[in-house]
């Protein structure tokens, strides 16, 4: 089981911005996908974006232009800088990485409140 761990998020007007990290408790080579994904109230839980193991990327279309995912490969380190933050972005946001093979791990989520 790979373990990961989020930085706290936090309480941000609109329009500002936050950046997410994400520790892995091992490398990323070999990875199939890292990711964030996020659930707000009454919703189900949605990709925001995700780096693949050739590294390309994918985002949400409501956060296109307003957020980044990069990965620190020396560090096992994982970031979504988010820019422009909205109030429709409050949400529980979670790390996720997918092995080769499907296997699945999952952070504790962190809490990211933007106020309008």
């Known amino acids: 089981q790979v373990q990961l761990v989020e930085s706290r998020g936090g309480l941000v007007q609109a329009g500002g911005s936050l950046r997410l990290s994400c520790a892995a408790s091992?490398?990323?080579?070999?990875?199939?996908?890292t990711g964030w994904y996020r659930q707000a109230p009454g919703k189900q839980r949605e990709l925001v974006a995700r780096?693949?193991?050739?590294?390309?990327?994918n985002y949400a279309d409501s956060v296109k232009g307003r957020f980044t995912i990069t990965r620190d490969n020396a560090k096992n380190l994982m970031y979504l800088q988010m820019n422009n933050l909205q109030p429709e972005d409050t949400a529980v946001y979670y790390c996720n990485l997918v092995q080769l093979g499907g296997f699945e791990s999952w952070g504790q989520g962190t809490q990211v409140t933007v106020s309008s």
């Open positions: 780096i693949t193991h050739t590294g390309s990327t």
């Open positions: 091992r490398s990323f080579f070999g990875i199939e996908t």
